[in-house]
Every structure is written in structure tokens, then in C-alpha cells.
């Protein structure tokens, strides 16, 4: 419902929020710091928590071709602290719940934030956050009920389906594309289905979050993590969930694979070399028991602190361990 940004005025950085207001756009001073420094990250935070808490109340669920609306519970975590971990619980369904996830990441991000400022810069972002809950909260009452707000000075509107926010800071997963990937996952799945579904992507978004400059990340669509370090001579690393419904894999499974080129004639020692190339698995791990987040996080700090590990483990027979873990190979594919 609103887009921050920091501007220089008079030797410090303002915070500004705009919105749509019954005039037009307008903005208004959220506090001022010292430096831009300071300013940054608070900035990422708040765009982050606008679009996280106002997206999903400003488009339909339309899954199972039905068209319905997404749950409200998460604008309660704006201004009480309390109900954070209801963030972290819940089956509504994957693209909400990912939300939600992101939503308590998002505000932990602005909590560390407001750690190195003075307290009235506190008080002001907090002023912030009761504003923009309570003014949606209003606003989503009145488009529900039927209910009328009076339009006041710095009243911010808000519009269902076009929601006033910005996308950047980390929030891709907002789009229609990425809401719809996760939807096609839950086509004919059953609650209890789509709860453990829930529970295996809050395991990789958390265990993938600890690592956003590593080449690759989580691709929702497949509920897995692929990550290709830098250094790496081709390999790969992608840790797989179980896909909900009778047509995926039932099993968490971790993989090393390799860039091999479409041109057989091509033959570079560097693979970034390769004109295009093709993914081929070299060994798979199925899991005998599901991994915590910190495991796989573990697994990832492992290979993006030395890359050459997976030319090693690509190495490893049937039945033996990849070095350093507790992961089983079970199947070794032809080069």
C-alpha cells in the first residue's frame, strides 16, 4: 500500500512514504537519520513488509478454479509482535504460507535494522507500521462490508488488484507467475497433502534464505534448491522436497550434477565456454528421513566455501556416504 524511499535534506536522510492518497500520490515524512547508510536497509525492510502484507489481499485465489480470498492474518504481525509465530504456522496453501514466511523474515530484517539507531527513530517506524496495518485494515473492511471511511488528510487508498508497492527487496515470489507455479503444485492434493507440502518449503526457504548471493536458489516450482557455486567446473548441487500428489517424487533427495555441452564437438577445459549445455545427473541421494533447514543450510555453506567438493562427491559409488555428510548415494547415473 505504500513505497519508501530515503532522500538527502539538510545534512541527514529522510524516510519518505508514498501512497495513493484522495487527492493523488502523495508523501509525507516517515523520520530522518543520520546517514544513508543507516536509511538502506529500513527502507528494503518496509518495501519488503508493504508488498508482503498487501499483495495478498489485493489479488483472488483462484485455485482449484474457484475465485475466493486470501486469509488476513498476517496484518496482525505488523503492530503485535506476539503474533509472529503464527507467521510460521499454518496450511492455507503454499503461495500464502511463502508469504507469511517471507512476511517474518522481512520484519526480523527491520527489527536488526533498528538496532544501531537512536530510540525515537523506533518509535517512528513503529507509528509507521500502525499507520499502513490500520489504514488497510480499514480500507479492506470497507471493500468487505460495504463500510465507509471518511476521507481524511493522509488517508492512504488502496484498490483491489492494484495494490500501490514496489516488487523490488527480494519479493519475486509476489508475482502471478510465481502464485501460479506453486498452485499447479496443489491441483488435486488433499489438506494433509498440502500440509506437509507447507512444512517442506518453510525448510527450504529457510535453509536457502541464509545464502542469497550464492549462484542459483530456490525454485519454487519443483520445490527444490539448486545451487551452483562459483568454481565449481560444472557441477551443480539440487536438494529436492517430496512433490505433493501421485505424479512426483515421494522422497526429499539431494543430487550432484553436471553442465555437459550440446556439441559434442566442443571440447572447452572452462564449460562457461560451452555455447549452451545440458544438466546431467551424476548421483542422487534419497533420503531416508527428512532434513532440517540447518542441515541443508550446512550442506550449502559446505559447497559454496569449497566448491570442488562436488567434483569429489560426483565421485562416489552406490552405498558409500558423500564425505562430510550423512547422505547415502543410491544411484550413480553414466557420464
Known amino acids: 500500500m505504500t513505497v519508501y524511499s530515503q532522500h538527502a535534506n539538510r545534512g541527514k536522510t529522510q524516510i519518505l512514504a508514498t501512497y495513493q492518497g484522495p487527492g493523488g500520490v502523495e508523501s509525507s515524512t516517515v523520520t530522518s537519520l543520520a546517514t544513508s547508510a543507516l536509511a538502506a536497509p529500513i527502507v528494503d525492510a518496509l518495501n ?3 508488498a508482503l502484507t498487501t499483495v495478498p489481499v489485493s489479488v483472488h485465489d483462484r485455485r482449484d478454479r474457484g475465485v475466493a480470498h486470501y486469509p488476513t492474518k498476517h496484518l496482525a504481525a505488523l503492530t ?13 496453501s503454499l503461495w500464502y504460507e511463502y508469504t507469511c514466511l517471507e512476511l517474518h523474515q522481512a520484519l526480523a530484517d527491520l ?12 518509535i517512528a517506524i513503529n507509528a509507521e507500521l500502525e499507520t499502513e496495518a490500520r489504514q488497510l485494515s480499514e480500507a479492506l473492511t470497507e471493500y468487505s462490508e460495504g463500510t465507509s471511511v471518511p476521507e481524511t488528510e493522509g488517508r492512504r487508498s488502496w484498490d483491489f488488484g492494484q495494490p500501490f508497492v514496489t516488487y523490488d527487496g527480494g519479493v519475486d515470489m509476489l508475482s502471478r507467475e510465481a502464485r501460479e507455479q506453486l498452485d499447479r503444485l496443489e491441483e488435486g492434493i488433499t489438506p494433509e497433502e498440502r500440509e506437509e507440502a507447507v512444512a517442506n518449503l518453510r525448510v527450504l526457504v529457510t ?10 536458489g530456490l525454485e519454487e516450482a519443483n520445490l527444490a534448491i539448486f545451487a551452483e557455486p562459483y568454481d565449481s567446473d560444472g557441477y551443480y548441487l539440487s536438494v529436492h522436497a517430496p512433490e505433493p500428489g501421485d505424479d512426483g ?4 533427495h539431494v543430487e550432484i550434477g553436471r553442465w555437459v555441452p550440446d556439441d559434442p564437438d566442443e571440447d572447452y577445459e572452462d564449460y562457461e565456454d560451452y555455447s549452451s549445455a545440458t544438466g546431467s545427473a551424476v548421483v542422487r541421494c534419497v533420503l531416508a528421513t527428512s532434513p532440517g533447514a540447518d542441515e541443508i543450510a550446512d550442506l550449502l555453506n559446505r559447497v559454496e566455501v569449497q566448491p570442488d567438493l562436488l567434483a569429489k562427491w560426483a565421485e562416489t559409488r552406490v552405498g558409500g556416504v558423500l564425505e562430510g555428510t550423512r547422505f547415502v548415494v543410491t544411484e550413480c547415473y553414466d557420464d
Open 249 to 252: 517424487a515421494d522422497s526429499w
Open 80 to 92: 503485535d509482535r506476539a503474533s509472529r509465530a503464527d507467521l510460521l504456522s499454518g496450511a492455507h
Open 111 to 122: 527489527d536488526e535494522a533498528l538496532t544501531v539507531v537512536p530510540e525515537p527513530i523506533h
Open 48 to 50: 519488503r513488509i508493504s
Open 207 to 216: 535453509a536457502c534464505s541464509r545464502f542469497p548471493d550464492m549462484l542459483g
